[in-house]
């Protein structure tokens, strides 16, 4: 996978750009229009070099939609490794229609399966080609992506690798998204806080490819992404606020990666935190 994704994006660079900004950023615009949108530390969007968005995922495609629109510069985003291919992608697809729909799930998957179909069909061929790398998000080896990525920054090409944070989603919150807003809202003092986890591969990618200081300190931003509903207005709310950028050189500790690693984990993790429950 390495060796083709490598091939794949360099030789469709150009292309590969044309399609983000023709393409995936119209679609963005239409994916989210039902939201307005409130912007918090736009100034601390990185403009240039290699670096990392750790974001919260707490509403599917909505999330990279709206990263899409809002940042300036391509975006790389780590994705399903099953969206990459398009029969895989329909199964995966068709099982979460089951379950965000329950027993009208088989209704929605005949009336939306056509959709689906034109969708996939069109995207998965060309994730590769903006420079979207395929991950297992379900916790399996990971070892080549995480090459692919080291070797993307450490020829210091101009992009930010994106890593969203897939959390268990909890039963209350099954559902359509807009219905599901709306339920919460009405009743969110029986909605349990949200506990946000910054999953231990992508940080460690960055620790390593820090060397003990030898190495790359790549500028890590930090992006919360919610969605409100408000009782006065038909539009939902979204703000998205984005942190001054991170940098593993603050947190290390000479000849002690996993303690460096273990300080930033922590503080990252403890900061992302602070800004959903303060969005």
């Known amino acids: 996978m390495l060796e083709e994704y ?3 994006y360099n030789g469709n660079a150009v292309e590969g750009k044309r399609l983000y900004n023709n393409v995936a950023r119209p679609l963005s615009t239409l994916f989210s229009v039902y939201t307005v949108k409130y912007f918090k530390g736009e100034e601390n969007i ?3 070099g290699p670096s990392a968005v750790f974001g919260t995922h707490e509403r599917g495609a909505l999330d990279v939609a709206d990263l899409i629109k809002k940042y300036p510069r391509q975006l790389l985003f780590t994705a399903n490794k099953e969206f990459f291919d398009r029969e895989t992608a329909l199964k995966t697809f068709e099982s979460t229609i089951k379950r965000q729909f329950g027993k009208l799930g088989n209704l929605a998957n005949m009336l939306l399966k056509p959709l689906a179909y034109a969708f996939f069909s069109y995207i998965s061929p060309r994730l590769v080609r903006v420079g979207s790398i395929p991950v297992d998000i379900r916790g399996g080896p990971n070892d080549e992506a995480k090459e692919a990525i080291k070797r993307y920054i450490n020829q210091n090409r101009d992009g930010a690798f994106v890593f969203l944070q897939y959390r268990k989603k909890q039963k209350h919150e099954r559902g359509f998204y807009p ?4 339920k919460n809202y009405l009743n969110k003092d029986l909605v ?3 506990k946000i986890i910054i999953r ?7 620790v390593d490819l820090f060397d003990d200081g030898k190495g790359t300190d790549t500028p890590i931003t930090l ?9 006065i207005s038909p539009m939902l709310r979204t703000i998205i606020n984005i942190a001054p950028p991170e940098y593993i050189s603050r947190y290390h500790v000479k000849g002690n990666p996993d303690m460096t690693f273990q300080n930033c984990h922590q503080s990252l993790e403890k900061k992302l935190q602070e800004m959903w429950d303060n969005c």
Do not use: C, N
């Open 6 to 8: 490598v091939e794949s």
């Open 46 to 48: 990185v403009q240039k």
């Open 179 to 182: 219905l599901r807003a709306l």
């Open 192 to 194: 349990p806080p949200k």
């Open 200 to 206: 231990r591969g992508g940080l460690k990618l960055f």
């Open 223 to 231: 992006v919360t992404m919610k969605t409100k509903f408000h009782i």
